[in-house]
């Protein structure tokens, strides 16, 4: 399995915008995807991203405002997080996924990374 480190995270105010990192050896030959997961809260699927670069939206709630990104010379996988919103506060969590951004199979987690957005 790939050590997956997030970093990026942080406190920002309704409006503003966070890029998350995902960074692991290897990450290059995996498709990546970005979740969120509160405490209590059922995991959302957010973005994936393919090993190619071709993107696939898994939640309406983020389309528009969010986008995937990935520089496979640096092993790094990102998040651009725009217009953010209090209802975005959540923990944020890369994968690697086995076959297809469709197909959800993961392969590691990372350990998250905090993002907090205040009104």
């Known amino acids: 399995q790939l050590q997956l480190v997030e970093s990026g995270g942080g406190l920002v105010q309704a409006g503003g915008s966070l890029r998350l990192s995902c960074a692991a050896s290897g990450l290059a030959y995996y498709a990546v995807g970005w979740f969120r997961q509160a405490p209590g809260k059922e995991r959302e699927g957010l973005l994936c991203i393919s090993r190619s670069g071709s993107s696939t939206n898994y939640a309406d709630s983020v389309k528009g405002r969010f986008t995937i990104s990935r520089d496979n010379a640096k092993n790094t996988v990102y998040l651009q997080m725009n217009s953010l919103k209090p209802e975005d506060t959540d923990v944020y969590h890369c994968?690697?996924?086995?076959?297809?951004?469709?197909?959800?199979?993961?392969?590691?987690w990372g350990q998250g990374t905090q993002v907090t957005v205040s009104s």
């Open positions: 994968a690697a996924l086995l076959g297809r951004c469709s197909d959800r199979r993961v392969d590691s």
